[in-house]
């Protein structure tokens, strides 16, 4: 049987907000998601969705339990076991994400915002380049790929930020709020490219989301409520 593509074990997450008390985010945590799924992370604002996905994309340490990322070629890695060099190499090999807003760097274009997580990872120019304008034509913005960001239309630019997630082929993406901030029509056409990139080439996803379309749509749902799972 096909191991999970990430396990959480009994997570627990707190911030301190003052020097005399922490506030628990999150409290004994777990959950796992299977290659090719789509999952919706969905709760009220401040239940711990975005702190989940965080973790799950080794962004923030864990205070209690543990993650294991199993990757395409099938190594299963624990976050906890990995130095921070080698915590790094994973996120950027393994992971992608988007975010509610693109944070696209202003200074590129689109293409070269695209290439710039397969150049981080090794990638030759001409490979890096060439992945990155099939992305691009995928998620219908080739024809703006030498524009830079203050250029492009704000779907235009989360269509690019879901490319450069992609640009690597990673074991998973991780997705906050990546509608939040389109409208309508734009929201369901980065709909429809989460399903297109999930059915033709077995992406893995997790979204955090307060759409119900979205959540709709998905294989599973999770609801966070005060740190727990409801």
């Known amino acids: 049987m096909a191991k999970p593509v990430i396990t959480a074990d009994n997570l ?10 922490d506030t628990p985010v999150l409290r004994d945590v777990s959950m796992s998601v299977e290659r090719g799924e789509l999952l919706a992370i969905v ?9 989940l996905l965080h973790l799950l994309g080794a962004l923030d340490e864990t205070d209690t339990g543990s993650i294991t990322l199993t990757t395409n070629d099938g190594v299963s890695q624990t976050y906890s076991s990995l ?13 992608g994400f988007v975010f509610q807003f693109h944070h696209l760097l202003p200074e590129f274009t689109a293409l070269e915002n695209v290439m710039m997580p397969a150049l981080i990872a090794g990638d030759s120019q001409r490979e890096a380049k060439a992945n990155a304008e099939k992305l691009l034509e995928l998620v219908g913005v080739a024809h703006r790929s030498q524009h830079k960001p203050a250029a492009l239309s704000g779907g235009e630019q989360q269509r690019t930020a879901f490319a450069r997630a992609l640009v690597n082929r990673p074991t998973i993406v991780l997705a906050d709020e990546p509608t939040g901030n389109l409208d309508s029509a734009n929201s369901d056409l980065l709909l429809e490219l989460l399903q297109q990139f999930r059915k033709e080439f077995g992406q893995t996803f997790i979204v955090v989301t307060h759409s119900p379309d979205i959540a ?8 966070i409520k005060n740190g727990l799972i409801a």
Do not use: C, F, P, Q
């Not at 709760?43 to 702190?51: D, I, L, V, Y």
């Not at 709709?216 to 609801?223: E, G, H, K, Y």
């Open 216 to 223: 709709s749509r998905a294989d599973r749902t999770l609801t």
């Open 43 to 51: 709760g009220a604002s401040g239940a711990g969705k975005s702190t």
């Open 83 to 95: 130095s921070d060099v080698e915590l790094s190499a994973l996120r950027n090999r393994h992971i």
């Open 12 to 21: 627990s997450k707190s911030y301190s907000l003052s020097s005399h008390r």
